[in-house]
């Protein structure tokens, strides 16, 4: 079986050479197997350079085609039109980013097994240089491959979703008759995964490998504002993109199945992270408008169900209910106050063995009720949580969503001997259990993983 893989760059001197080698080393058997399409957009530094030392090295299997700027959607499309006939899959690589040791092997082991998948993806992991220092995290999709390797079928699975390109391998036979919509800037790659899907129904999840995206810290938040002070990130990109998956499901389920809505839901949060300041700035009044009216159109076809099930923060879900419930102009929206709280668990570590949990109250809440508290019960002890109040409004774009007061978190600290226990909250009349915890076989499993994810990329 064999590969191509496209890599799009545009000014990537600093680690593209590192995304090349990843391919060049992998146990499948790169100069008999792999096709590599280095798709230079305008690039106007040395990794053009970087590309021409790769090529010469390995005049076989690595090509460098130019173009001039256009965007990724169109470098990916020019790269398509130079996959050789032979090939059976195509992988999308950002110049970024690197393949772990065994990927392209264990997508040939799948592919095998399974002749009618035409898209197979691997877990997402995202690394962070600080420094001499790598922080590698699991992206939230990776709980689809907690079962293994195995096919996904969407109807079945809603919340086994999937968007991105980068990792993806698609099959070239499927893949002639799509292209990438050059008309975007954004979202291009969901858009056509996503038709795929709809298509197809079923997609591989390979577990035993890794696909690391490589964040630059330092200029993480540059980029971030960069990408939303676009006005096409708005009304627009709503109707391209979000709009296309409903036409799409409509004509052929003849509804909005699950898959979709909670695909929009799970995208369209990010418009209301905190990262996402630009909206007033961006837009004038009238896009605004026009943003909100969009999309609550695009919403009023989603259950609200979809919303609340996102792994997300419970302003976010507020805010999200709150446009598809009311439009423009826009008026936020609590919602009711629960009679147990609505909250999210967490853990750290202080050093010298002490640790400390904190739960975050999602909740809209000014106190709790009489005779009412957060604990930790011990082998030795029994510990009430501090509560903690805000000291400054939490806002989406300029909208008050938690105000001044409003209680934030609840703390409670453990020393080295209380690592184990039992975490609740208790009302006046009843205890309610949050959580068993194990700290230090937590920490241990941790650790575990962070090993095995280091080793995976330094192989």
């Known amino acids: 079986m064999k590969f191509a893989i496209i890599i799009p760059f545009y000014n990537a001197e600093k680690r593209l050479e590192i995304s090349v080698e990843s391919i060049i080393k992998q146990s499948y058997g790169f100069t008999e197997n792999v096709q590599v399409l280095l798709v230079n957009d305008g690039s106007t530094d040395k990794s053009g350079d970087i590309a021409d030392t790769l090529v010469r090295k390995y005049p076989q299997n690595i090509y460098q085609i130019h173009i001039k700027n256009g965007g990724p959607a169109r470098a990916r499309n020019i790269g398509l039109m130079h996959v050789r006939n032979d090939i059976d899959f195509v992988g999308f690589l950002d110049a970024d980013d690197v393949y772990s040791l065994h990927m392209i092997r264990e997508m040939a082991h799948f592919a095998e097994k399974h002749a009618e998948i035409n898209m197979m993806v691997p877990p997402f992991y995202y690394v962070d240089d600080l420094g001499t220092r790598k922080k590698i995290g699991a992206h939230k999709l990776n709980t689809r491959f907690e079962q293994g390797s195995r096919v996904v079928n969407i109807q079945e699975e809603y919340r086994a979703i999937h968007f991105y390109i980068g990792g993806t391998f698609l099959r070239f036979e499927r893949l002639k008759k799509l292209a990438f919509d050059e008309s975007l800037h954004f979202g291009e790659d969901q858009l056509l995964i996503t038709k795929l899907l709809l298509d197809d129904e079923a997609y591989g999840v390979v577990a035993d490998v890794g696909y690391f995206y490589y964040r630059d810290m330092k200029n993480k938040s540059s980029l971030v504002n960069k990408s939303w002070q676009s006005k096409s990130r708005y009304e627009a990109f709503l109707q391209s993109v979000y709009q296309s998956y409903l036409d799409v499901s409509k004509a052929k389920f003849g509804s909005v199945i699950p898959y979709v809505q909670y695909l929009i839901s799970y995208h369209a949060k990010l418009y209301f992270y905190k990262e996402n300041v630009y909206f007033r700035e961006v837009l004038t009044e009238q896009e605004q408008e026009e943003f909100v009216t969009a999309f609550q159109q695009i919403f009023s076809e989603i259950e609200e169900k979809y919303v609340w099930e996102l792994d997300t923060a419970q302003p976010v879900k507020e805010m999200m209910?709150?446009?598809?419930?009311?439009?423009?102009?826009?008026?936020?929206?609590?919602?009711?106050?629960?009679?147990?709280?609505?909250?999210?668990?967490?853990?750290?570590?202080?050093?010298?063995?002490?640790?400390?949990?904190?739960?975050?109250?999602?909740?809209?809440?000014?106190?709790?009720?009489?005779?009412?508290?957060?604990?930790?019960?011990?082998?030795?002890?029994?510990?009430?949580?501090?509560?903690?109040?805000?000291?400054?409004?939490?806002?989406?774009?300029?909208?008050?969503?938690?105000?001044?007061?409003?209680?934030?978190?609840?703390r409670i600290g453990l020393k080295p001997w209380e690592l184990r226990g039992k975490w609740f909250y208790q009302q006046a009349d009843r205890k309610v259990e949050l959580e068993h915890f194990r700290l230090m076989a937590e920490l241990r499993q941790k650790a575990k993983r962070r090993l095995k994810l280091k080793r995976a990329l330094n192989q």
Request: positive net charge; aromatic residues 8%; charged residues 30%.
């Open 321 to 410: 209910l709150s446009l598809r419930k009311n439009g423009w102009p826009v008026r936020f929206e609590t919602s009711s106050i629960a009679d147990v709280p609505i909250v999210a668990l967490h853990k750290k570590w202080r050093g010298n063995g002490h640790a400390e949990l904190i739960c975050d109250i999602e909740e809209s809440r000014v106190d709790l009720p009489e005779n009412s508290f957060f604990a930790a019960k011990t082998l030795f002890s029994t510990k009430k949580a501090i509560l903690e109040k805000r000291s400054e409004n939490q806002l989406i774009w300029d909208i008050v969503v938690r105000p001044v007061g409003t209680i934030s978190k609840a």
